[in-house]
C-alpha cells in the first residue's frame, strides 16, 4: 500500500459519511420549498392578483417559521454531541424539549398570527386584491404552524441521531398528498388562496403526528420520561436565541426585499416571487450538505475528534462551491423557461427570467455560505453566527436603498437582485469564511 492510499481511503470514508446524510436529506430539505412551489403554481394560474397575494402571505408565514428553525438547528447539534458520546438517553431527552418547545412557540404564534394577519400584509405594502389574498394566506396557514414547528424540531432529533432518510420518506409523502389536496381545495372546492393554505395546513399536521408516532416509542424504549424538562427547554431556548437572532437577519434582509418589491408595482413583486421561489429551493437543495455539516461536525466534537471535523469541513466546502457552479448552470440554462410553469402574463415572465440570470450567477457563493453555516450551527458557534448576520445586514442595507431609490438606468428587479443575489450573499460569505481561518469555533467533548 503507498502512502497516497490511506489518505485516498480517508477521503472516501469522509465522502461516504457525508454523502449518507446529504442525498437523503436533499430529498427532504427541498420538500418544504416545493410546498411554496406547487401552491405558487396552482395559484399563479388564477391570476397576477393572486400571484403576488401568496408572494406577500407566503413571506410573512415563511418569515415566521424561518425564524423558528433553531428548532431544528439547536436540536441536530444538541442531539448529536449526545450521540458521539454515546448517551442516547440524554439525546432523547434533549429531543424531547426541542419538541415541546415547538409545540408550545406554535400555538402562541398562531393565535397571533391570525389576529395580525391583515396589519401585516398592510404594513408590507400589500393593498386591495393583493392584500385581501395575501391576509387569506396568512390566516388559513396559522392552524398548521404548530405542527410546522413541531416537524422542524422532530427532523432536527433523527438529523442528529445521524438519521436523515426517515425525514426524507414523510416530506415526500407530505409533499405528494399536498399536490393533490390543495388543487382540489383551490379549483375543486373554489377555495382560491385560502384553499392553498388550509391543504399545507392539514398535510402538516399528517406529518407530525407521524413524528411523534417514530419518536415517542424509541423515547420508552430508553426510559426516557414523556413529560418534558422545564430546564431543559429553557436551556434549549437558550441556546436557540443566538440562532434566532441570526435567522432575524435574515428574515429582515428578506422582508426588506419584499417591501422594495412591492413598492415597485405587481409585476415586479409578482416576478420577485417567482424568482425567490426557485431561490428557496436551489438553497434548500444546497442546505442538504449543511445538514450533514451540523449532524456529522456536532457528532465529532461530541467525540473530542478535531482533525476529522477538519477533513469534514474542507470536504465539504469544496463541494459546496462546486454544487453552486452545477446548480448555477442549471438554472441559467432554464431561466427563460421556468416562469412558464408559474404564470400567464407576459411582464412577469420578462422579469423574472432577468432575476434567474442573477440567481444563478450567485450560485456559487451559495453553497460556500449554506456549507459554512451549518459547520458552525453543528459547532455550536450561534454566537458568532448571530453576530455575523447582523454585520451581512449592515452591510446589506445601502446596496437594497440604491436598488430602490437609485436613477439607474434599468429593470428593477435586476437592481434588486444584484443587491440581494450578489451583494448580500458575499456579505455572507466573507463574515463566515473569516470565521473558520482557525479553531475558535470548535468547542471539543
Not at 391576509?135 to 438529523?159: E, I, K
Request: charged fraction near 10%.
Amino acid at each position: 500500500m503507498t502512502a497516497s492510499e490511506p489518505r485516498a481511503q480517508t477521503h472516501r470514508g469522509l465522502g461516504r459519511s457525508i454523502l449518507a446524510l446529504a442525498v437523503p436529506a436533499l430529498g427532504a430539505l427541498i420538500a418544504e420549498p416545493l410546498f411554496l412551489a406547487a401552491d405558487t403554481a396552482i395559484i399563479g394560474h388564477l391570476g397576477v392578483a393572486e400571484l403576488a397575494g401568496i408572494g406577500l402571505g407566503a413571506t410573512i408565514v415563511t418569515t415566521a417559521v424561518g425564524l423558528l428553525i433553531f428548532l431544528a438547528y439547536s436540536t441536530t447539534p444538541a442531539v448529536a454531541r449526545h450521540i458521539g458520546a454515546g448517551r442516547l438517553p440524554q439525546a432523547l431527552a434533549a429531543g424531547r424539549d426541542g419538541v415541546a418547545l415547538a409545540l408550545g412557540l406554535g400555538i402562541v404564534l398562531a393565535l397571533a398570527g391570525w389576529l395580525a394577519a391583515p396589519a401585516i400584509v398592510s404594513a408590507m405594502g400589500g393593498t386591495g386584491d393583493v392584500a385581501r389574498f395575501g391576509v387569506d394566506y396568512v390566516r388559513f396557514s396559522m392552524p398548521g404552524l404548530p405542527a410546522m414547528l413541531l416537524v422542524l424540531a422532530a427532523t432536527g432529533v433523527l438529523r442528529g441521531m445521524q438519521d436523515t432518510k426517515t425525514p426524507l420518506y414523510v416530506a415526500a409523502a407530505g409533499f405528494g398528498v399536498n399536490i393533490l389536496l390543495n388543487f382540489a381545495l383551490v379549483y375543486g372546492a373554489g377555495l382560491s388562496v385560502a384553499g392553498s393554505a388550509i391543504g399545507t395546513s392539514i398535510v402538516q399536521w399528517a406529518m407530525a403526528l407521524v413524528y411523534l408516532r417514530i419518536l415517542v416509542p424509541r423515547a420508552r424504549a430508553a426510559a426516557v420520561p414523556l413529560r418534558p424538562s422545564g430546564r431543559g427547554v429553557v436551556a434549549m431556548a437558550h441556546v436557540g436565541s443566538w440562532l434566532m437572532l441570526r435567522t432575524l437577519s435574515l428574515r429582515i434582509a428578506i422582508l426588506a426585499t419584499v417591501w422594495v418589491a412591492t413598492s415597485q408595482g405587481a409585476v415586479t413583486l409578482a416576478g420577485h416571487q417567482l424568482v425567490f421561489t426557485l431561490f428557496t429551493f436551489l438553497a434548500f437543495a444546497l442546505d442538504a450538505l449543511a445538514i450533514a455539516a451540523q449532524a456529522l461536525i456536532g457528532k465529532e466534537l461530541g467525540a473530542a475528534n478535531p482533525a476529522r471535523a477538519h477533513a469534514l469541513t474542507r470536504t465539504m466546502t469544496r463541494w459546496g462551491i462546486l454544487f453552486g457552479v452545477f446548480t448555477g448552470a442549471v438554472l441559467a440554462a432554464a431561466a427563460p423557461w421556468l416562469p412558464y410553469l408559474f404564470t400567464q402574463d407576459d411582464d412577469v415572465r420578462a422579469a423574472a427570467t432577468i432575476g434567474l440570470w442573477v440567481l444563478a450567477a450567485s450560485q456559487p457563493v451559495c453553497g460556500l455560505v449554506f456549507v459554512l453555516d451549518g459547520v458552525l450551527i453543528g459547532a455550536g458557534d450561534a454566537k458568532y453566527l448571530a453576530l455575523a448576520g447582523l454585520v451581512a445586514f449592515v452591510l446589506y442595507a445601502p446596496l437594497l436603498a440604491v436598488a430602490a431609490w437609485s436613477e439607474v438606468p434599468g429593470e428593477p428587479i435586476l437592481k434588486l437582485w444584484l443587491a440581494f443575489g450578489v451583494g448580500y450573499l458575499v456579505a455572507r460569505a466573507l463574515t463566515l469564511t473569516w470565521r473558520i481561518r482557525n479553531d475558535a469555533w470548535m468547542r471539543l467533548g
